[in-house]
């Protein structure tokens, strides 16, 4: 958008890892649930899920030539508040929302 914008936020994690390595791993689980909110020119929460899990399919017997499959779900949700400058009324927006206040509508 066109002029001055600020957006400040501040998150909060709870995590369990139980992942042999975090950046190649052959077995385990993570999940992961945020909360974050946003402030500034917009005010909005945000909430996320992941979860992964690893599963060791085969491996050589010295533990080389390992096949992994890896499962992954996520999912989040965000709702953006902006007061509306035509009604002076605060509106959310919700994504995949089908109905928009035309003045929202017109900024995005």
Known sequence: MLGDNSLFSGRFALTHDTRDSPFAPTE?????VSF???????????VETDFRRYFLLRERVDRSGRHVLGTSLSASFQAVTRLCLKT?????????????????????
């Open 36 to 46: 974050e909110q946003v402030f500034g020119t917009y005010s909005y929460p945000r």
């Open 28 to 32: 385990g689980h993570m999940f992961e």
């Open 88 to 108: 002076s009324l605060p509106v959310v927006i919700r994504r995949f929302e089908a109905l928009v206040p035309r003045c929202i509508a017109e900024e995005w």
